[in-house]
């Protein structure tokens, strides 16, 4: 068969695979994750209070965000940077 045959073959299976990993929860945790995002996207466990922020607290978190884009976002980091992760227990 030609690539281009293979290639769209393998494309229209890509549905069948995703279709399988919906099968449901593999495990407990799983179970209990998925019951919360559940909930939260039903909203029937929402506050009746509203949530609202003060001016002051607006402000700060603009400042905040703002201040974000004063560094530079580097191209990959350097793992060497961090120091080192210590196996024994600390007293």
Request: a negative charge; aromatic letters at 6%.
């Amino acid at each position: 068969m030609k690539p281009t045959t293979l290639y769209c073959l393998g494309l229209l299976a890509l549905p069948l695979a995703a279709h399988a990993i919906d099968a449901g929860p593999a495990s407990p945790q799983q179970q209990e994750t998925e019951g919360w995002l559940q909930l939260q996207s039903s909203n029937t466990a929402a506050s009746t209070k509203p949530q609202t922020a003060s001016a002051a607290e607006r402000e700060l978190a603009m400042q905040r965000w703002l201040k974000s884009f004063q560094h530079e976002i580097p191209e990959f980091f350097d793992q060497d940077a961090g120091g080192s992760v210590n196996s024994g227990s600390q007293q």
